[in-house]
Protein backbone atom coordinates (compact mmCIF):
# COMPACT_ATOMS: atom_id res chain seq x y z
CA UNK A 1 0.00 0.00 0.00
CA UNK A 2 1.24 3.51 -1.34
CA UNK A 3 0.79 6.55 0.97
CA UNK A 4 -1.20 7.87 -2.07
CA UNK A 5 -3.86 4.76 -1.41
CA UNK A 6 -4.62 5.93 2.01
CA UNK A 7 -8.02 7.33 2.01
CA UNK A 8 -8.20 10.04 4.88
CA UNK A 9 -12.36 9.78 5.48
CA UNK A 10 -10.51 6.28 7.22
CA UNK A 11 -8.26 7.81 8.90
CA UNK A 12 -10.04 6.96 12.58
CA UNK A 13 -9.21 3.40 11.82
CA UNK A 14 -5.98 1.62 12.97
CA UNK A 15 -4.90 -0.87 11.16
CA UNK A 16 -1.69 -2.42 10.25
CA UNK A 17 -1.09 -3.55 6.72
CA UNK A 18 1.62 -5.11 5.19
CA UNK A 19 3.78 -5.22 1.76
CA UNK A 20 4.36 -9.39 2.23
CA UNK A 21 6.43 -9.26 -0.63
CA UNK A 22 10.02 -9.76 0.52
CA UNK A 23 11.15 -7.62 -2.69
CA UNK A 24 9.08 -4.48 -1.39
CA UNK A 25 8.78 -2.18 1.41
CA UNK A 26 6.72 -3.20 3.98
CA UNK A 27 3.76 -0.50 4.96
CA UNK A 28 2.02 -0.19 8.55
CA UNK A 29 -0.60 1.98 8.62
CA UNK A 30 -1.95 3.04 12.29
CA UNK A 31 -3.41 6.09 14.38
CA UNK A 32 0.34 7.05 16.41
CA UNK A 33 3.75 5.71 15.96
CA UNK A 34 6.23 6.30 19.15
CA UNK A 35 9.33 6.41 18.27
CA UNK A 36 11.74 5.38 21.53
CA UNK A 37 10.46 2.85 24.41
CA UNK A 38 12.20 4.36 27.46
CA UNK A 39 10.18 5.81 30.02
CA UNK A 40 8.09 8.60 27.70
CA UNK A 41 7.75 6.17 25.00
CA UNK A 42 5.99 3.35 27.02
CA UNK A 43 4.25 5.49 29.47
CA UNK A 44 2.40 7.20 26.31
CA UNK A 45 1.49 4.05 25.06
CA UNK A 46 0.01 3.25 28.31
CA UNK A 47 -1.79 6.52 28.58
CA UNK A 48 -3.25 6.49 24.73
CA UNK A 49 -3.85 2.42 25.65
CA UNK A 50 -5.71 3.62 28.60
CA UNK A 51 -7.73 5.81 26.47
CA UNK A 52 -8.28 3.23 23.67
CA UNK A 53 -6.24 4.96 20.78
CA UNK A 54 -4.16 2.11 19.08
CA UNK A 55 -0.76 2.56 17.94
CA UNK A 56 2.54 1.22 17.91
CA UNK A 57 5.78 2.06 19.83
CA UNK A 58 9.46 1.24 18.52
CA UNK A 59 12.54 1.07 19.39
CA UNK A 60 16.33 0.64 18.10
CA UNK A 61 17.26 -1.10 21.09
CA UNK A 62 16.18 -5.27 20.85
CA UNK A 63 15.03 -4.86 24.71
CA UNK A 64 13.93 -2.57 27.15
CA UNK A 65 16.92 -1.45 29.22
CA UNK A 66 18.95 -4.20 30.59
CA UNK A 67 20.11 -1.38 33.55
CA UNK A 68 18.74 0.44 36.32
CA UNK A 69 19.72 3.89 34.84
CA UNK A 70 16.48 6.11 36.37
CA UNK A 71 15.16 4.80 39.65
CA UNK A 72 13.03 7.51 42.12
CA UNK A 73 9.83 7.99 41.24
CA UNK A 74 8.01 10.58 42.87
CA UNK A 75 4.60 11.43 43.97
CA UNK A 76 3.69 13.28 40.82
CA UNK A 77 4.38 10.41 38.48
CA UNK A 78 3.29 7.87 40.05
CA UNK A 79 -0.26 9.71 40.49
CA UNK A 80 -0.07 9.33 36.41
CA UNK A 81 -0.15 5.86 36.56
CA UNK A 82 -2.36 5.52 39.74
CA UNK A 83 -4.90 6.86 37.24
CA UNK A 84 -4.74 4.30 35.17
CA UNK A 85 -4.64 1.49 37.68
CA UNK A 86 -0.30 0.50 37.21
CA UNK A 87 0.53 2.46 40.82
CA UNK A 88 0.64 -0.69 43.07
CA UNK A 89 1.95 -3.22 40.17
CA UNK A 90 4.84 -0.57 39.51
CA UNK A 91 5.36 -0.22 43.10
CA UNK A 92 5.88 -4.27 43.55
CA UNK A 93 9.01 -4.12 41.93
CA UNK A 94 10.61 -1.66 43.65
CA UNK A 95 11.54 -0.69 47.14
CA UNK A 96 9.73 2.24 49.38
CA UNK A 97 10.95 5.63 50.91
CA UNK A 98 11.77 3.68 54.41
CA UNK A 99 15.16 2.96 52.93
CA UNK A 100 15.67 6.88 51.38
CA UNK A 101 17.22 7.35 55.12
CA UNK A 102 20.08 10.30 55.07
CA UNK A 103 21.68 11.47 52.17
CA UNK A 104 25.19 11.17 53.30
CA UNK A 105 28.70 13.11 51.47
CA UNK A 106 32.04 11.11 53.18
CA UNK A 107 35.50 10.41 52.43
CA UNK A 108 34.54 6.64 51.50
CA UNK A 109 31.50 4.99 52.28
CA UNK A 110 33.54 3.05 55.37
CA UNK A 111 34.91 6.69 56.25
CA UNK A 112 34.38 9.60 57.80
CA UNK A 113 31.37 12.11 56.66
CA UNK A 114 31.56 15.47 55.50
CA UNK A 115 27.83 15.98 55.35
CA UNK A 116 24.46 14.67 55.83
CA UNK A 117 20.90 15.86 54.85
CA UNK A 118 17.75 14.13 55.41
CA UNK A 119 16.70 12.12 51.87
CA UNK A 120 13.78 12.89 50.44
CA UNK A 121 11.10 13.91 52.44
CA UNK A 122 12.41 12.38 55.63
CA UNK A 123 13.60 15.85 57.18
CA UNK A 124 11.37 15.81 60.19
CA UNK A 125 9.94 18.98 59.47
CA UNK A 126 9.00 17.66 55.87
CA UNK A 127 6.75 15.03 56.92
CA UNK A 128 3.62 16.33 56.32
CA UNK A 129 4.52 18.49 53.58
CA UNK A 130 4.73 15.35 51.02
CA UNK A 131 2.06 13.29 52.79
CA UNK A 132 -0.04 16.86 52.29
CA UNK A 133 0.82 17.10 48.67
CA UNK A 134 0.04 13.67 47.29
CA UNK A 135 -1.75 10.28 47.91
CA UNK A 136 1.59 8.83 46.19
CA UNK A 137 4.73 8.43 48.20
CA UNK A 138 7.89 7.83 46.43
CA UNK A 139 9.10 4.49 45.71
CA UNK A 140 12.67 3.31 43.61
CA UNK A 141 11.89 1.38 40.82
CA UNK A 142 15.16 0.69 38.82
CA UNK A 143 14.48 1.47 34.77
CA UNK A 144 14.95 -1.98 34.25
CA UNK A 145 12.25 -2.81 35.94
CA UNK A 146 9.51 -0.47 35.23
CA UNK A 147 10.06 -0.27 31.41
CA UNK A 148 8.44 -3.98 30.86
CA UNK A 149 5.61 -2.84 33.34
CA UNK A 150 4.64 -0.41 30.86
CA UNK A 151 5.44 -1.86 27.54
CA UNK A 152 3.39 -4.54 29.21
CA UNK A 153 0.21 -2.72 29.69
CA UNK A 154 0.76 -0.84 26.27
CA UNK A 155 0.62 -3.99 24.09
CA UNK A 156 -2.84 -4.75 26.32
CA UNK A 157 -4.27 -2.16 25.75
CA UNK A 158 -4.17 -1.77 21.98
CA UNK A 159 -0.92 -0.79 20.91
CA UNK A 160 1.94 -2.72 19.50
CA UNK A 161 5.90 -2.82 20.00
CA UNK A 162 8.59 -3.28 17.66
CA UNK A 163 12.34 -3.85 18.40
CA UNK A 164 15.17 -3.16 16.41
CA UNK A 165 13.77 -1.02 14.32
CA UNK A 166 15.98 2.10 13.64
CA UNK A 167 13.61 5.73 12.89
CA UNK A 168 15.46 6.91 9.98
CA UNK A 169 13.24 9.88 8.78
CA UNK A 170 10.02 11.14 8.10
CA UNK A 171 7.95 13.55 5.69
CA UNK A 172 4.76 14.80 6.54
CA UNK A 173 2.05 15.49 3.89
CA UNK A 174 1.21 19.05 4.10
CA UNK A 175 -2.30 18.50 2.52
CA UNK A 176 -3.80 15.35 4.52
CA UNK A 177 -1.27 15.71 7.92
CA UNK A 178 -0.18 12.15 7.38
CA UNK A 179 3.26 11.21 8.26
CA UNK A 180 5.15 8.76 6.31
CA UNK A 181 8.05 7.66 8.31
CA UNK A 182 10.89 5.36 6.95
CA UNK A 183 12.24 2.83 9.51
CA UNK A 184 15.15 0.13 9.32
CA UNK A 185 14.44 -3.02 10.50
CA UNK A 186 18.06 -3.91 12.03
CA UNK A 187 17.58 -7.92 11.80
CA UNK A 188 16.40 -7.87 8.29
CA UNK A 189 17.67 -5.01 6.94
CA UNK A 190 14.01 -4.41 5.25
CA UNK A 191 12.97 -0.39 5.20
CA UNK A 192 9.64 0.16 6.37
CA UNK A 193 6.98 2.58 5.86
CA UNK A 194 4.79 3.64 8.52
CA UNK A 195 2.04 6.28 8.07
CA UNK A 196 0.43 7.78 11.23
CA UNK A 197 -1.76 10.70 11.84
CA UNK A 198 0.61 11.65 15.00
CA UNK A 199 4.21 11.10 15.07
CA UNK A 200 5.91 10.93 18.66
CA UNK A 201 9.48 11.26 19.56
CA UNK A 202 10.36 9.68 22.55
CA UNK A 203 13.91 8.80 21.60
CA UNK A 204 16.18 10.46 24.13
CA UNK A 205 18.76 12.84 24.47
CA UNK A 206 20.36 11.61 20.66
CA UNK A 207 16.61 11.98 19.49
CA UNK A 208 16.38 11.60 15.61
CA UNK A 209 12.86 13.05 15.73
CA UNK A 210 14.09 16.26 17.34
CA UNK A 211 17.17 16.21 14.89
CA UNK A 212 14.91 16.11 11.50
CA UNK A 213 12.06 18.17 13.11
CA UNK A 214 15.06 21.28 13.79
CA UNK A 215 13.80 21.44 17.23
CA UNK A 216 15.83 24.86 18.36
CA UNK A 217 17.54 24.07 21.75
CA UNK A 218 18.78 25.82 24.20
CA UNK A 219 22.01 24.58 25.30
CA UNK A 220 24.61 25.23 28.27
CA UNK A 221 25.99 22.10 28.06
CA UNK A 222 29.26 21.62 29.78
CA UNK A 223 29.60 17.99 28.24
CA UNK A 224 31.56 16.73 31.50
CA UNK A 225 32.05 12.82 31.29
CA UNK A 226 30.39 10.37 34.13
CA UNK A 227 30.39 6.60 33.93
CA UNK A 228 27.82 4.59 35.40
CA UNK A 229 28.79 1.08 37.43
CA UNK A 230 26.65 -1.62 38.12
CA UNK A 231 27.70 -3.95 40.69
CA UNK A 232 27.17 -6.68 43.41
CA UNK A 233 28.73 -5.96 46.60
CA UNK A 234 27.91 -6.99 50.06
CA UNK A 235 28.06 -3.35 52.05
CA UNK A 236 25.23 -4.45 54.45
CA UNK A 237 27.38 -3.80 57.60
CA UNK A 238 28.34 -0.43 56.00
CA UNK A 239 24.17 0.31 55.49
CA UNK A 240 23.04 -0.95 58.44
CA UNK A 241 24.65 2.23 59.92
CA UNK A 242 24.12 4.67 57.31
CA UNK A 243 20.84 4.02 55.80
CA UNK A 244 20.62 6.27 52.83
CA UNK A 245 19.41 5.75 48.93
CA UNK A 246 22.08 7.87 48.15
CA UNK A 247 26.20 8.48 49.02
CA UNK A 248 28.17 11.11 47.27
CA UNK A 249 32.09 9.91 47.91
CA UNK A 250 35.01 11.87 47.14
CA UNK A 251 38.80 11.13 48.40
CA UNK A 252 40.99 14.02 48.22
CA UNK A 253 43.13 12.24 50.83
CA UNK A 254 44.01 9.97 48.30
CA UNK A 255 45.18 10.07 44.62
CA UNK A 256 42.30 9.74 42.31
CA UNK A 257 41.67 8.85 38.65
CA UNK A 258 40.51 11.66 36.55
CA UNK A 259 37.80 9.69 35.20
CA UNK A 260 35.98 9.22 38.45
CA UNK A 261 37.05 11.50 41.03
CA UNK A 262 33.61 11.67 42.73
CA UNK A 263 31.07 8.89 42.84
CA UNK A 264 27.44 8.77 43.67
CA UNK A 265 26.46 5.41 45.26
CA UNK A 266 22.62 4.18 44.97
CA UNK A 267 20.58 1.31 46.09
CA UNK A 268 19.71 -1.16 43.38
CA UNK A 269 18.89 -3.78 45.58
CA UNK A 270 19.57 -3.37 49.57
CA UNK A 271 22.16 -4.34 50.50
CA UNK A 272 23.74 -6.15 47.85
CA UNK A 273 23.52 -4.83 44.53
CA UNK A 274 24.57 -1.06 43.65
CA UNK A 275 25.18 1.88 41.30
CA UNK A 276 28.27 3.94 41.31
CA UNK A 277 28.13 7.20 38.95
CA UNK A 278 31.60 8.43 38.95
CA UNK A 279 31.85 11.93 37.67
CA UNK A 280 34.82 12.74 35.89
CA UNK A 281 37.41 15.77 36.73
CA UNK A 282 36.64 18.93 34.98
CA UNK A 283 38.48 19.12 31.16
CA UNK A 284 39.00 15.01 31.82
CA UNK A 285 38.65 13.37 27.63
CA UNK A 286 38.10 10.15 28.69
CA UNK A 287 36.23 7.64 31.07
CA UNK A 288 37.12 4.67 28.36
CA UNK A 289 38.24 2.28 31.27
CA UNK A 290 39.34 -0.92 31.95
CA UNK A 291 37.12 -3.01 34.66
CA UNK A 292 39.78 -3.90 36.37
CA UNK A 293 40.75 -0.05 37.09
CA UNK A 294 37.04 0.65 37.61
CA UNK A 295 36.79 -2.23 40.69
CA UNK A 296 40.07 -0.87 42.15
CA UNK A 297 38.50 2.82 42.61
CA UNK A 298 35.16 1.44 43.75
CA UNK A 299 36.87 -0.41 46.21
CA UNK A 300 38.87 2.98 46.99
CA UNK A 301 35.95 4.63 46.92
CA UNK A 302 34.40 2.06 49.39
CA UNK A 303 37.14 1.83 51.48
CA UNK A 304 37.62 -1.64 51.77
CA UNK A 305 40.20 -2.95 49.57
CA UNK A 306 39.57 -6.65 50.08
CA UNK A 307 35.47 -6.39 49.48
CA UNK A 308 33.96 -8.73 46.87
CA UNK A 309 32.82 -6.61 43.57
CA UNK A 310 31.17 -8.43 40.19
CA UNK A 311 30.67 -5.54 37.70
CA UNK A 312 27.19 -6.11 36.13
CA UNK A 313 27.18 -3.10 33.76
CA UNK A 314 28.67 -0.13 32.66
CA UNK A 315 27.60 3.36 30.78
CA UNK A 316 28.94 6.65 29.78
CA UNK A 317 27.16 9.49 29.74
CA UNK A 318 27.63 13.30 29.54
CA UNK A 319 26.04 16.24 31.96
CA UNK A 320 24.23 18.09 29.58
CA UNK A 321 22.42 21.26 29.97
CA UNK A 322 19.68 21.57 27.33
CA UNK A 323 16.18 22.13 26.72
CA UNK A 324 14.01 22.50 23.47
CA UNK A 325 12.86 26.05 23.27
CA UNK A 326 9.65 24.60 20.68
CA UNK A 327 9.02 20.68 21.55
CA UNK A 328 5.83 20.07 18.69
CA UNK A 329 5.40 21.36 15.06
CA UNK A 330 2.67 20.47 12.87
CA UNK A 331 1.42 16.66 13.81
CA UNK A 332 5.18 15.69 15.38
CA UNK A 333 5.77 16.22 19.22
CA UNK A 334 8.65 15.61 21.00
CA UNK A 335 8.68 14.24 24.50
CA UNK A 336 11.14 13.28 27.41
CA UNK A 337 14.60 13.16 26.64
CA UNK A 338 14.61 14.56 23.46
CA UNK A 339 13.55 17.53 24.72
CA UNK A 340 14.98 17.91 28.05
CA UNK A 341 18.49 16.87 29.25
CA UNK A 342 20.47 17.18 32.29
CA UNK A 343 21.61 15.27 35.00
CA UNK A 344 19.96 13.53 37.42
CA UNK A 345 19.97 15.92 40.07
CA UNK A 346 16.84 16.16 42.01
CA UNK A 347 15.38 12.93 40.00
CA UNK A 348 13.30 14.67 37.80
CA UNK A 349 14.41 12.77 34.60
CA UNK A 350 12.01 9.73 34.27
CA UNK A 351 9.28 11.62 36.05
CA UNK A 352 9.13 14.36 33.72
CA UNK A 353 8.92 11.97 30.59
CA UNK A 354 6.17 9.92 32.59
CA UNK A 355 4.38 13.78 33.12
CA UNK A 356 4.94 14.88 29.61
CA UNK A 357 3.50 11.36 28.52
CA UNK A 358 0.54 12.43 30.16
CA UNK A 359 -0.42 15.88 29.52
CA UNK A 360 0.17 14.66 25.35
CA UNK A 361 -2.25 11.66 25.54
CA UNK A 362 -5.21 12.85 26.37
CA UNK A 363 -5.38 15.86 24.03
CA UNK A 364 -4.03 13.09 21.14
CA UNK A 365 -7.04 11.18 22.43
CA UNK A 366 -9.55 13.71 22.36
CA UNK A 367 -8.97 14.87 18.65
CA UNK A 368 -8.45 11.14 17.51
CA UNK A 369 -12.18 10.68 18.90
CA UNK A 370 -12.99 14.09 17.59
CA UNK A 371 -13.99 15.27 21.05
CA UNK A 372 -11.48 18.40 20.65
CA UNK A 373 -10.27 20.25 17.67
CA UNK A 374 -6.71 20.75 16.76
CA UNK A 375 -5.90 23.48 18.41
CA UNK A 376 -5.96 21.53 21.31
CA UNK A 377 -2.76 19.86 20.83
CA UNK A 378 -0.70 22.92 20.64
CA UNK A 379 -1.20 23.54 24.04
CA UNK A 380 1.36 20.73 24.60
CA UNK A 381 4.28 22.48 23.71
CA UNK A 382 2.35 26.01 26.12
CA UNK A 383 2.04 23.77 29.07
CA UNK A 384 5.31 21.66 29.32
CA UNK A 385 8.14 23.02 27.46
CA UNK A 386 8.23 26.20 30.21
CA UNK A 387 8.53 22.77 32.46
CA UNK A 388 11.37 21.61 30.35
CA UNK A 389 13.24 24.71 30.77
CA UNK A 390 12.70 24.71 34.70
CA UNK A 391 13.73 21.06 35.42
CA UNK A 392 17.01 21.30 33.63
CA UNK A 393 18.29 24.35 35.38
CA UNK A 394 17.19 22.90 38.79
CA UNK A 395 18.80 19.53 37.53
CA UNK A 396 21.81 21.10 36.77
CA UNK A 397 21.54 23.68 39.85
CA UNK A 398 22.23 20.69 42.21
CA UNK A 399 25.24 19.67 40.65
CA UNK A 400 26.46 22.84 41.04
CA UNK A 401 25.92 22.84 44.80
CA UNK A 402 27.66 18.94 44.34
CA UNK A 403 30.77 20.85 42.85
CA UNK A 404 30.75 23.72 45.47
CA UNK A 405 31.14 20.96 48.35
CA UNK A 406 33.76 19.12 46.87
CA UNK A 407 35.37 22.26 46.16
CA UNK A 408 35.34 23.03 49.79
CA UNK A 409 37.01 20.09 51.10
CA UNK A 410 39.29 20.08 48.09
CA UNK A 411 38.46 18.11 46.00
CA UNK A 412 38.85 19.40 42.65
CA UNK A 413 42.74 20.55 43.77
CA UNK A 414 45.27 18.71 41.30
CA UNK A 415 48.13 18.67 44.58
CA UNK A 416 47.47 16.18 47.33
CA UNK A 417 49.20 17.40 49.36
CA UNK A 418 47.41 20.91 49.24
CA UNK A 419 43.93 18.87 49.06
CA UNK A 420 44.52 17.46 52.29
CA UNK A 421 45.50 21.03 53.88
CA UNK A 422 42.42 22.17 52.38
CA UNK A 423 40.56 19.07 53.80
CA UNK A 424 42.31 19.89 57.59
CA UNK A 425 40.89 23.52 57.57
CA UNK A 426 37.86 22.28 58.63
CA UNK A 427 39.29 21.03 62.28
CA UNK A 428 41.92 24.20 62.57
CA UNK A 429 40.65 26.70 65.28
CA UNK A 430 41.27 29.82 62.66
CA UNK A 431 39.88 32.37 60.58
CA UNK A 432 40.27 30.33 57.41
CA UNK A 433 38.87 27.40 59.43
CA UNK A 434 35.93 29.08 60.58
CA UNK A 435 35.50 30.30 56.78
CA UNK A 436 35.97 27.01 55.70
CA UNK A 437 33.30 25.35 57.86
CA UNK A 438 30.79 28.23 57.22
CA UNK A 439 31.24 27.41 53.46
CA UNK A 440 30.79 23.52 53.87
CA UNK A 441 27.76 24.59 55.99
CA UNK A 442 26.47 26.93 53.07
CA UNK A 443 26.91 23.86 50.73
CA UNK A 444 25.13 21.49 53.21
CA UNK A 445 22.03 24.09 53.06
CA UNK A 446 22.12 24.50 49.27
CA UNK A 447 21.85 20.66 48.69
CA UNK A 448 18.85 20.45 50.67
CA UNK A 449 17.07 21.61 47.73
CA UNK A 450 18.14 18.32 45.77
CA UNK A 451 17.53 16.18 49.21
CA UNK A 452 13.93 17.99 50.45
CA UNK A 453 12.93 19.27 46.81
CA UNK A 454 9.27 18.79 46.62
CA UNK A 455 8.38 22.38 44.74
CA UNK A 456 10.70 21.02 41.93
CA UNK A 457 9.10 17.63 41.84
CA UNK A 458 5.09 19.23 42.61
CA UNK A 459 5.27 22.71 41.22
CA UNK A 460 3.72 23.50 38.01
CA UNK A 461 1.38 26.57 36.43
CA UNK A 462 0.27 25.71 33.18
CA UNK A 463 -1.20 28.51 30.99
CA UNK A 464 -2.37 27.50 27.21
CA UNK A 465 -5.66 27.94 25.89
CA UNK A 466 -6.92 25.01 27.63
CA UNK A 467 -6.83 26.75 30.63
CA UNK A 468 -9.49 29.19 31.16
CA UNK A 469 -8.50 32.15 33.92
CA UNK A 470 -11.39 35.29 32.14
CA UNK A 471 -13.52 34.57 35.20
CA UNK A 472 -10.48 35.20 37.93
CA UNK A 473 -9.85 37.82 40.37
CA UNK A 474 -7.26 36.35 42.27
CA UNK A 475 -3.30 36.89 41.20
CA UNK A 476 -1.99 33.84 39.86
CA UNK A 477 0.15 31.98 42.55
CA UNK A 478 3.79 32.55 41.93
CA UNK A 479 7.60 31.23 43.40
CA UNK A 480 10.91 31.42 43.10
CA UNK A 481 12.84 28.72 42.45
CA UNK A 482 15.56 28.43 45.23
CA UNK A 483 14.65 27.68 49.05
CA UNK A 484 10.77 28.32 47.81
CA UNK A 485 9.95 26.98 44.90
CA UNK A 486 12.02 24.19 44.83
CA UNK A 487 11.99 22.99 48.23
CA UNK A 488 7.98 23.58 48.50
CA UNK A 489 4.72 22.80 46.83
CA UNK A 490 2.45 25.40 46.41
CA UNK A 491 -1.29 23.91 46.77
CA UNK A 492 -3.79 25.89 44.81
CA UNK A 493 -6.69 25.54 42.69
CA UNK A 494 -5.99 28.52 40.41
CA UNK A 495 -6.34 27.32 37.06
CA UNK A 496 -3.02 25.50 35.47
CA UNK A 497 -2.37 23.98 38.82
CA UNK A 498 -2.17 20.26 39.51
CA UNK A 499 -5.64 19.52 41.08
CA UNK A 500 -4.66 19.63 45.39
CA UNK A 501 -4.98 16.34 47.20
CA UNK A 502 -7.19 15.95 50.05
CA UNK A 503 -8.70 12.39 51.45
CA UNK A 504 -12.21 11.99 51.60
CA UNK A 505 -14.51 10.16 53.58
CA UNK A 506 -17.34 7.37 51.69
CA UNK A 507 -20.36 6.15 52.58
CA UNK A 508 -18.22 3.13 54.72
CA UNK A 509 -17.14 3.80 57.46
CA UNK A 510 -13.00 4.47 57.66
CA UNK A 511 -12.36 4.13 53.85
CA UNK A 512 -11.30 7.07 52.06
CA UNK A 513 -10.52 8.60 48.65
CA UNK A 514 -8.20 10.92 47.35
CA UNK A 515 -10.02 14.07 45.21
CA UNK A 516 -7.29 12.39 42.87
CA UNK A 517 -8.91 8.96 42.56
CA UNK A 518 -12.38 10.79 41.79
CA UNK A 519 -10.56 13.36 39.01
CA UNK A 520 -8.68 11.66 35.52
CA UNK A 521 -9.98 8.47 33.89
CA UNK A 522 -10.47 10.26 30.54
CA UNK A 523 -13.02 12.54 31.58
CA UNK A 524 -13.48 16.21 33.14
CA UNK A 525 -14.41 16.22 36.55
CA UNK A 526 -16.20 19.02 39.11
CA UNK A 527 -16.20 19.62 42.12
CA UNK A 528 -18.45 21.48 44.35
CA UNK A 529 -20.18 21.53 47.89
CA UNK A 530 -23.52 21.83 50.00
CA UNK A 531 -25.94 23.66 47.83
CA UNK A 532 -24.07 23.27 44.04
CA UNK A 533 -24.48 20.02 43.01
CA UNK A 534 -28.09 19.82 41.25
CA UNK A 535 -27.37 23.31 39.76
CA UNK A 536 -23.93 22.11 38.50
CA UNK A 537 -25.16 18.80 37.15
CA UNK A 538 -27.35 19.95 35.20
CA UNK A 539 -24.87 22.43 34.01
CA UNK A 540 -23.05 19.32 33.48
CA UNK A 541 -25.52 17.54 31.16
CA UNK A 542 -25.92 20.35 28.79
CA UNK A 543 -21.93 19.79 27.98
CA UNK A 544 -22.63 16.62 27.25
CA UNK A 545 -25.38 16.77 25.22
CA UNK A 546 -23.70 19.87 23.22
CA UNK A 547 -20.06 18.29 22.88
CA UNK A 548 -20.31 14.32 23.34
CA UNK A 549 -17.37 15.27 26.81
CA UNK A 550 -18.74 13.46 29.86
CA UNK A 551 -17.98 15.67 32.74
CA UNK A 552 -18.43 14.17 36.23
CA UNK A 553 -19.66 16.28 39.43
CA UNK A 554 -19.03 15.37 42.56
CA UNK A 555 -20.06 17.30 45.73
CA UNK A 556 -17.87 17.26 48.94
CA UNK A 557 -19.19 17.64 52.64
CA UNK A 558 -21.16 16.58 55.23
CA UNK A 559 -24.33 14.58 53.40
CA UNK A 560 -22.97 14.88 50.02
CA UNK A 561 -21.25 12.50 48.06
CA UNK A 562 -18.30 12.30 49.66
CA UNK A 563 -17.16 14.18 53.48
CA UNK A 564 -13.92 16.62 53.74
CA UNK A 565 -12.84 14.35 56.77
CA UNK A 566 -10.01 16.32 57.79
CA UNK A 567 -11.50 19.89 56.17
CA UNK A 568 -8.69 19.56 53.91
CA UNK A 569 -10.53 20.40 50.40
CA UNK A 570 -12.45 23.40 52.21
CA UNK A 571 -8.95 24.68 53.10
CA UNK A 572 -7.66 24.39 49.56
CA UNK A 573 -10.58 24.51 47.33
CA UNK A 574 -10.84 28.64 47.35
CA UNK A 575 -14.44 28.89 46.67
CA UNK A 576 -17.65 28.76 48.23
CA UNK A 577 -19.69 25.75 49.33
CA UNK A 578 -21.65 25.90 46.12
CA UNK A 579 -18.77 26.87 43.95
CA UNK A 580 -16.72 24.74 41.50
CA UNK A 581 -13.70 23.43 40.26
CA UNK A 582 -13.45 22.11 37.16
CA UNK A 583 -10.35 19.48 36.29
CA UNK A 584 -9.67 18.19 33.03
CA UNK A 585 -8.68 14.63 32.75
CA UNK A 586 -5.11 14.99 33.62
CA UNK A 587 -5.99 16.44 36.60
CA UNK A 588 -5.49 20.05 36.07
CA UNK A 589 -7.77 22.48 37.37
CA UNK A 590 -8.87 24.26 34.15
CA UNK A 591 -11.58 26.52 35.72
CA UNK A 592 -13.35 27.59 38.55
CA UNK A 593 -16.40 29.68 39.81
CA UNK A 594 -17.04 31.12 43.30
CA UNK A 595 -19.85 30.42 43.66
CA UNK A 596 -23.62 29.51 41.32
CA UNK A 597 -23.10 32.58 39.53
CA UNK A 598 -20.94 31.34 36.61
CA UNK A 599 -23.00 27.73 36.38
CA UNK A 600 -24.15 29.05 32.69
CA UNK A 601 -20.11 29.78 31.79
CA UNK A 602 -19.34 25.99 31.61
CA UNK A 603 -20.51 25.19 28.20
CA UNK A 604 -18.47 27.99 26.66
CA UNK A 605 -15.48 27.49 29.03
CA UNK A 606 -15.25 23.44 28.02
CA UNK A 607 -16.08 24.53 24.12
CA UNK A 608 -12.94 26.78 24.68
CA UNK A 609 -10.38 24.52 26.00
CA UNK A 610 -11.06 21.70 24.17
CA UNK A 611 -10.91 24.43 20.73
CA UNK A 612 -14.74 23.34 19.90
CA UNK A 613 -15.48 27.16 19.49
Same mark, same amino acid.
Given at each position: ?14 ? =? ?46 ? #? ?18 ? *? ?22 ? #? ?44 ? @? ?20 ? #? ?14 ? =? ?35 ? *? ?37 ? =? ?41 ? =? ?25 ? @? *? ?11 ? #? ?7 ? @? ?117 WQDGRGGVRYHIISTYPGSRLPHAWLGTDKVGERVSTHDLA ?94
Amino acid at each position: MSSDSIDPSQRGIST =VVLDKSSNKNADIQTDVLIVGAGPAGSSLACFLGYHGIKGLVISRNST #TSPQPRAHVTNGAAFECLRD *IGLEDEYRLVGFDNSYYGEYRFSN #TLKGEDFIRNHSIGNHPSRLGDYSEATPCPHADVGQNLGEPILLKY @ATQHGFQSRFDYKFLDFVEDST #TGLITSTIEDQVTLQK =VRIISKYLCGADGTNSYVARQLKLPFHDLSSGALALN *IWYEADLSEIYRFNPGLLHAVSTPHLDSPAWGIIGINRI =VRPYTEFLMGMLARPGAESNNVPEAEVVARLRQLIGDENVKIK =VKGMYKWRINESYAEVISKGNVFCLGD @A *IHKHPPGNGLGSN #TCIQDAYNL @AWKLAYVLKGKAGPSLLATYHSERQPVAKRIVKIANDAIRYHVALHSVVGTYIPDKEQRVETLALLREDSPRGKQQRAALRKAAEDLRDESEGLGAEMNQQYSSTAICVEDEVDPCPTWQDGRGGVRYHIISTYPGSRLPHAWLGTDKVGERVSTHDLAGHGEFTLFTGTGGKQTWSRAAEEVTAATGVKVNVYSIGPGEDFSDMFYLWEERRSVDENGAVLVRPDRTVAWRSRDLGLSGRLLPVVRSILGLL
